[in-house]
């Protein structure tokens, strides 16, 4: 009995550690992203650019209520944006959700991720999903970043990468190249 005490009051040490971590890796890699920007410029295959959009992904699963109902199937993070943001003004959303080579709703959220980079707009998108509180707290569970102050250090982070534009990929959405991605393997 008190071992599973020990977890439960351990858990949410946990979740803060995961929290502060990931926050603390994505202000680096927007940070390596825009040196690298101002440097040469970034394309699908930059190191940089793979790392921020992979640790971006993370922190938009964080604590990601996965399972939708039975008719839904598993949702992804980009079920919530395409919710949250819908009312975004010349909105991408409508244009990703009729593209024909997109297969999944991973591969619709990585789409979603460099057409708001390209846009110039990924802050603008995050922040107006934030906004939305009611949908924020029905995809993300207690514990993540998307519901705790960590989400307006994101937001503010992502204002900087206003100055970069990485380009559209020409291949499949569905294969783009991410680290640490077990589908991939």
């Given at each position: 009995m008190a071992t599973g005490?020990?977890?439960k009051k351990a858990s949410p040490r946990n979740a803060a550690a995961d929290r502060k971590n990931l926050i603390t890796v994505c202000r680096f890699s927007v940070k390596t992203l825009l040196?690298?920007?101002?440097a040469d410029p970034i394309d699908d295959s930059s190191e940089e650019f793979i790392n921020f959009a992979a640790i971006l992904e993370h922190i938009l699963s964080h604590c990601f209520k996965g399972?939708?109902?039975w008719f839904d199937g598993q949702r992804s993070y980009w079920d919530y944006i395409r919710l949250a943001c819908a009312?975004?003004?010349n909105s991408c959303i409508g244009s990703i959700e009729s593209m024909e080579n997109i297969s999944t709703s991973r591969a619709k959220g990585r789409a979603w991720m460099r057409v708001a980079l390209m846009e110039k707009r990924l802050s603008e998108y995050i922040g107006t999903a934030l906004r939305d509180s009611r949908t924020t707290r029905r995809f993300y569970s207690e514990g993540a970043i998307m519901l705790r102050e960590e989400a307006t250090v994101l937001t503010g982070m992502l204002i900087g990468l206003g100055g970069c534009t990485p380009p559209l990929p020409n291949n499949s959405w569905d294969r783009l190249?991410?680290?640490c991605d077990p589908e991939r393997d």
């Open positions: 005490d020990a977890s040196e690298k920007y101002t399972s939708g109902s009312k975004v003004p190249q991410q680290p």
